[in-house]
């Protein structure tokens, strides 16, 4: 069983950056893919950004890319999301999401994670 924990989520202004932590239990973290996820009241669960398990593949959703970075530190057991120019649109709880398979792969569908923290709630004032 695997354990997820986000934090680092908060208030920030249009513009700003926030980086989001990701703890993990369980000995076998560094195996397992992980992505990072949004969602806002109404909305579907959004894809965000994925990293396998070494971090020699990642994927990022086109609305994210060139402002958001993931990165993992496999000795820490923990995935991390900084996120840069944050817009008010972006105001959402952010969840980070584990694969229990096929760790060389990036996965980018939510029904493809087995595992999922609670979330972190960002919001971003104008």
């Known amino acids: 069983q695997v354990q997820l924990v986000e934090s680092g989520g908060g208030l920030v202004q249009a513009g700003g950056s926030l980086r989001l932590s990701c703890a993990a239990s369980?000995?076998?973290?560094?195996?397992?893919?992980m992505g990072w996820f949004r969602q806002a009241p109404g909305k579907e669960r959004e894809f965000l950004a994925a990293?396998?398990?070494?971090?020699?593949?990642?994927s990022y959703a086109d609305s994210v890319k060139g402002r958001f970075t993931i990165s993992r530190d496999n000795a820490k057991n923990t995935v991390f999301l900084q996120m840069n120019n944050l817009k008010p649109e972006e105001t959402a709880v952010y969840l980070c999401?584990?694969?229990?398979?096929?760790?060389?792969?990036?996965?980018?569908?939510?029904?493809?994670?087995?595992?999922w923290g609670q979330g972190t709630q960002v919001i971003v004032s104008s």
């Open positions: 990293i396998n398990w070494s971090g020699s593949r990642i």
């Open positions: 369980g000995p076998t973290f560094s195996n397992y893919p």
């Open positions: 999401a584990a694969v229990s398979y096929g760790g060389n792969y990036v996965y980018t569908r939510p029904g493809e994670y087995n595992y």
